[in-house]
């Protein structure tokens, strides 16, 4: 799909707040609210949107803690990899998960109540029946910046 500066304009107001109406985004890019409609749409069946969120205050839930876990892997067969993963992706309270270069294999950012709860998903992922070598974790003294925003430039 070529993407041309209204989409980067739907895509970047969206990106801020998915909630904004079709009328709003017409008025952004210049475009009427059909012609919007089916761009959004466009994006989203392309794969371009891939979901749309509520963004959830975690001390408000009760995730007071935050952790940035580098993660090296005993064996880096393709197999292992894979099952490694698969378990990663089932855990709720692994927000994200990256496989990365240098000294660790996977780069994890976990979310949990407290330290127990931490302790317990750290049992799960690396304990159990794993291919982990070791683990580091660093604790999250404080959220600065914090988004799943990719930025778009060229909509001026």
């Not at 749309?52 to 876990?69: C, L, T």
């Not at 240098?102 to 407290?114: K, Q, S, V, W």
């Amino acid at each position: 799909m070529e993407i041309d500066k209204a989409d980067i304009r739907i895509i970047n107001t969206l990106q801020e707040n998915a909630r904004t109406s079709l009328e709003q985004l017409a008025y952004i890019t210049g475009l009427s609210s059909a012609t919007v409609q089916r761009r959004v749409k466009a994006l989203r069946d392309s794969g371009v949107i891939l979901r749309e969120i509520a963004v959830v205050d975690p001390d408000k839930v009760g995730q007071r803690m935050s952790f940035v876990i580098m993660v090296e892997l005993e064996r880096e067969r393709l197999d292992q990899i894979d099952i490694f993963v698969r378990r990663v992706v089932k855990e709720p309270q692994v927000q994200q998960c990256y496989y990365v270069t240098g000294e660790a294999d996977f780069c994890l950012i976990c979310m949990a109540r407290d330290m127990e709860e931490f302790e317990e998903m750290t049992h799960r992922l690396f304990f159990e029946d794993t291919n982990v070598r070791r683990f580091r974790t660093s604790v999250v003294m404080g959220r600065k910046k914090v988004g799943l925003g990719v930025f778009l430039g060229g909509a001026n």
